[in-house]
């Protein structure tokens, strides 16, 4: 499974993006698919995972009520909806899918990673 993850960009504090994470070729439909940050100087840590039915999504506690992650199975893409972006947004962003997990919110569960999308956040 080949993630790409696209989307990022600049935006002012307050200001919203949508990243996006699909796959060339096969399907990542039963795939639970996370996202997760690396932001200059850290680690990367966990943003929002959603199940493979679409039926669960976790969240990291930075990011609730700003962040909304779904997917649309028709397309074969999970989005990420952010809004009410603030500076310590600014990260590259990965996507990353698994098959099969007891922990969505651990990296190390995840097996397949997309190459991830910068996003920052200045006025």
């Known amino acids: 499974v080949q993630l790409q993850a696209f989307g990022g960009g600049l935006a002012q504090p307050g200001g919203s993006l949508r990243l996006s994470c699909t796959t060339s070729?096969?399907?990542?439909?039963?795939?639970?698919v996370g996202w997760f940050r690396q932001a200059p100087g850290k680690e990367r840590e966990f943003v929002s995972t959603?199940?493979?039915?679409?039926?669960?999504?976790y969240y990291a506690d930075s990011v609730r009520g700003r962040f909304t992650i779904s997917r649309d199975h028709a397309k074969n893409t999970v989005y990420l909806q952010m809004n009410n972006l603030k500076p310590e947004d600014t990260a590259v962003y990965y996507c990353?899918?698994?098959?099969?997990?007891?922990?969505?919110?651990?990296?190390?569960?995840?097996?397949?990673w997309g190459q991830g999308t910068l996003v920052t956040v200045s006025s």
């Open positions: 959603i199940t493979g039915l679409g039926t669960s999504t």
């Open positions: 070729g096969r399907t990542f439909s039963g795939y639970a």
């Open positions: 990353a899918a698994v098959e099969v997990t007891t922990s969505f919110t651990n990296e190390h569960e995840f097996d397949y």
